[in-house]
């Protein structure tokens, strides 16, 4: 899955490429700090959106800067690998900004996603996709599902903590 984890150039020819095969590109980004079902989900739904879907992933320094010192807790190279094996997505990107405007102007997709904690009015880049024609969708959350709770959780920090899994 390395294949789909790109920088710069190769990045660059393969969106010609998809354009070339009128293709329609959906953008997304986030932290990916711990994969979980909900970000299966909304990657799942982001892809619906279009034809190509590529996801910007916040370095390490880019993540400590929004969630603090003791974030990541997985490193930008193995939340790349995990992130580019998901079959919905086409391509995997870092960026280092703290927010992906610049990535977006860069790669100038088609669809701008993100999740439902977003309104289309706030999502960042949004005024830069909609300027040239294209869409900007907040999707829904899966409900029941965060990575900061989960951090909470493995670190004691929480009430669920000692409750048995549903599933066996």
């Not at 309104?119 to 960042?124: A, C, K, L």
């Not at 294209?134 to 990575?147: D, N, P």
Request: with cysteine.
């Amino acid at each position: 899955m390395t294949h789909k984890i790109m920088t710069g150039a190769r990045l660059q020819r393969r969106l010609a490429a998809w354009r070339r095969q009128r293709k329609r590109i959906v953008f997304t980004n986030g932290c990916f700090d711990l994969i979980h079902p909900g970000h299966v989900r909304y990657l799942r739904a982001a892809k619906r959106c279009g034809d190509v879907l590529v996801v910007g992933l916040n370095s390490d320094a880019s993540v400590r800067r929004l969630k603090g010192p003791e974030r990541p807790l997985v490193s930008q190279d193995d939340r790349c690998e995990v992130v580019a094996a998901l079959e919905m997505v086409d391509g995997v990107t870092l960026f280092d900004e703290d927010t992906p405007r610049e990535l977006i102007a860069a790669l100038q997709p088609d669809v701008l996603v993100k999740g439902g904690d977003w309104s289309p009015d706030r999502i960042v880049g949004a005024d830069l996709v909609r300027a040239r024609g294209g869409t900007v969708r907040s999707l829904q959350f899966a409900k029941g599902y965060s990575t900061s709770a989960l951090v909470r959780r493995i670190r004691g920090k929480s009430k669920v903590q000692g409750q048995k899994s549903k599933r066996r």
